[in-house]
């Protein structure tokens, strides 16, 4: 907060700061603000594309924040440029000074400008709760990473701009912005509706995409082209119409705040104020609550329902609705919202989990409905590709990464504001589980050995353990197998506390530690615990020490304070 404020705060003052600038000059107030945001939005889908794809794999972070502020500081030059040679009108043709003009239209008495401030607030606390919700979807199903989140938001401002550029066009016209306003919604509602019965079928397109792509000429390109490129349309599909709508309603609700020059900055500052408190809300609401108490099929169908009831509100104001019709209207939403809750098919889990973005030209997923049959032949002569292989959970060792197959069963799924925890079981005992959107750790042979050897070797090469520490809980394997040996005390430090119950599906394997008296488990960031933390773990420092102190010592901080795992990891490639 303290090193954004400041920044952040002025980006803010930017909007209605431009507004009012260009309501001076405008014609049509409404029309020319939704053409400002639009080229605003704009450039940020240019922005989020460059910094995701060219500037930080190219240049690097510090670099990269060194172009943004001198991009700001040209645009501090530009503007204070065109202060000085644009003049301001200063008289209108009936001699009224232009802060005294009186509006371009008559207000609509219809709604106050109170309700519409927080219809906007509820707006964008729906858009930031919903954009939580998809991301997380999209990055299970299409990779944990950050071009993942780079194209969900190239995607999402992308069409902010055009529907704010659409939205421009339609206040041109002789509208009732009301009822536009009232179908905006409603679209996005029944659009957001729709994303519930398509998003855990992403894997599907997807395979059925990049194996054409393996066949085609695209497949002499860089990997990463047309891959994100598939992951770019997408995601694009799923967002394109509720996030155009979106953008639709930014200009007309101005058209029916009414704006004059003298008001405009003001009330767009407002509007613009209580739709990015909203905001906030709606990210602090789906990420913290909404995701860990409901999940994020049953989190769509709420800001679904709240859509619902925006386009109620508006359109009851629009015609001017009895107090009955208004609450017939929103118990049809009510209603609507308690079907869907009921009768929603479950989200295939196996599906959403099966880590097609790995490797699409091999794995194993069962395609069904329309992608039955519109998997491409593999051309003479080639060969399947190698299997992919994962991190281990807790030292990043190579593993054969499991395949998800049709007989296999989910023994444990939950969601939290820092993931989504899946723990799979074979129909042969095998079990696997997966953190986000890639495998972890699992009981098949090659990854069962690993996580063992992590959890005796500190122990054995030791003369004298005493406390170990063991980041990143996985399976628990490595963690149960260390406190069984003659250590005094084993800490276990995760950042996500919804990965501690599943140890319970690999007790087979990993002897229960969460229920080890020596197992003490801190639920925070590894880094920063080792850079904090009072205690010394010499049993790691000392085997630091024996390996020539591989690895970064500034990383994990003074002597006596290492992680046994990247000690092990280094070890091992020894």
């Not at 690097?60 to 530009?78: F, H, N, Y």
Request: charge should be positive.
């Amino acid at each position: 907060l303290l090193v954004l404020l400041v920044p952040t705060t002025c980006m803010g003052g930017t909007l209605p700061a431009v507004s009012r600038a260009v309501a001076l000059h405008a014609r049509n107030i409404p029309s020319a603000i939704g053409r400002v945001y639009a080229a605003n939005t704009a450039g940020s889908v240019l922005g989020a594309f460059l910094v995701t794809f060219a500037l930080l794999p190219v240049l690097g972070l510090q670099v990269t924040l060194r172009l943004a502020v001198a991009g700001s500081l040209v645009s501090a030059l530009c503007a204070a440029f065109l202060a000085l040679v644009v003049d301001r009108p200063q008289t209108r043709a009936d001699g009224l000074d232009a802060e005294e003009q009186a509006p371009v239209e008559e207000a609509d008495d219809r709604a106050s400008p109170g309700e519409l401030m927080w219809l906007y607030f509820f707006s964008g606390l729906a858009a930031l709760g919903l954009e939580v919700i998809w991301s997380r979807a999209f990055s299970i199903q299409l990779g944990d990473t950050v071009f993942v989140y780079g194209l969900i938001t190239v995607v999402f401002l992308l069409q902010l701009a055009r529907g704010s550029a659409f939205g421009a066009r339609l206040t041109l016209g002789r509208i009732d912005p009301l009822s536009r306003l009232a179908r905006c919604y409603g679209v996005i509602a029944l659009a957001v509706v729709g994303t519930v019965f398509l998003l855990d079928k992403l894997a599907l397109p997807y395979v059925v995409l990049m194996r054409w792509v393996l066949v085609s000429p695209l497949q002499h390109l860089p990997r990463w082209i047309p891959d994100n490129s598939v992951r770019l349309l997408l995601i694009h599909l799923v967002l394109f119409l509720p996030v155009y709508q979106m953008g639709a309603s930014f200009p007309l609700m101005a058209r029916v705040l009414a704006l004059n020059p003298a008001t405009v900055g003001r009330r767009i500052g407002t509007l613009y104020q209580w739709n990015t408190v909203g905001g906030i809300a709606g990210a602090a609401l789906a990420g913290f609550v909404l995701l860990q108490f409901v999940g994020s099929q049953k989190s769509l169908l709420l800001f679904a329902a709240m859509e619902g009831a925006l386009a109620v509100q508006l359109l009851a104001r629009s015609r001017r609705w009895t107090r009955r019709s208004l609450f017939a209207g929103h118990g049809a939403v009510a209603a609507g919202l308690g079907a869907l809750w009921l009768f929603t098919p479950r989200w295939d889990l196996l599906l959403m989990h099966g880590q097609a973005f790995l490797d699409p030209g091999s794995v194993k997923i069962e395609l069904r409905g329309c992608f039955r049959g519109l998997l491409p032949s593999r051309p003479t002569g080639a060969t399947p590709a190698a299997p992919p292989v994962a991190p281990n959970a807790a030292a990043g060792s190579a593993a054969s990464v499991p395949e998800i197959q049709e007989t296999d069963r989910i023994l444990y799924h939950s969601e939290s504001a820092s993931t989504t925890v899946v723990v799979v079981g074979s129909s042969n005992d095998q079990r696997s589980i997966q953190v986000g959107s890639k495998v972890q750790a699992s009981t098949y042979p090659e990854d069962l050995l690993n996580q063992v050897l992590l959890g005796v070797l500190p122990a054995l090469l030791h003369p004298d353990p005493h406390q170990c520490l063991v980041i990143g809980c996985g399976s628990g394997i490595t963690t149960g197998t260390l406190a069984n040996m003659p250590v005094e005390r084993v800490d276990l430090v995760d950042i996500s506390a919804n990965v501690l119950p599943a140890t319970e599906c690999f007790a087979k394997w990993s002897f229960s530690p969460l229920r080890n008296p020596k197992v003490k488990t801190f639920i925070e960031d590894g880094r920063n615990y080792v850079l904090t933390t009072p205690k010394a773990y010499e049993t790691a420092a000392e085997l630091y020490q024996r390996v020539q102190r591989v690895g970064d010592r500034e990383t994990w901080g003074p002597a006596g304070k290492h992680n046994l795992a990247t000690v092990y990891l280094h070890l091992g490639r020894r």
